[in-house]
């Protein structure tokens, strides 16, 4: 009986080293699914926050993106403004010009008129596209030599007066 009770803490002993050494090794294979798990997490984090990073630029750029069109639409709103006081000037009978009586009564001045316009109108459009300045562009220092339609952008040394 002494031999079966030794037998059976023998076999106690080597079940519980044998359980022992079989929870440690799976204690050492969870950890290192659990390293390999936070690695990933780790460069799950740096490619977020690449992203973010990188969604901070766009939204920087875009705000000066933004800011230059609303410079540029206040430009624009201006020459509108003085499109408008320049079309819708009051005659001195005290009445709103009317450009198509002008064009019934005086056909031959309206068509001067809005040739030049059309002219001045399409240089304008041919020096925004990047067509350089004539000599006499550069040097027109009066209105009648000035382009009627962007002196500020066709004749830079004159001055509106």
Do not use: W
């Amino acid at each position: 009986m002494f031999s079966q009770i030794k037998l059976l803490l023998f076999v106690f002993t080597i079940l519980g080293v044998g359980g022992g050494y079989m929870y440690v090794k799976n204690l050492q294979a969870e950890n290192e699914i659990l390293t390999l798990n936070n690695q990933k997490l780790t460069d799950a984090v740096d490619e977020q926050q690449a992203v973010i990073e990188q969604q901070l630029a766009d939204i920087e750029q875009i705000q000066n993106i933004n800011a230059d069109l609303n410079k540029i639409n206040k430009g624009l709103e201006k020459d509108l403004q003085i499109l408008d006081e320049k079309y819708n000037k009051i005659n001195a009978s005290g009445q709103r010009r009317d450009v198509g009586d002008l064009a019934l009564n005086k056909p031959r001045s309206v068509e001067l008129i809005m040739n030049k316009y059309n002219k001045d109108n399409n240089r304008c459009i041919a020096i925004a596209s990047g067509e350089p300045l004539t000599e006499e562009e550069i040097n027109a220092t009066r209105k009648s030599q000035a382009n009627s339609v962007c002196p500020d952008l066709a004749n830079p040394n004159y001055i509106p007066y």
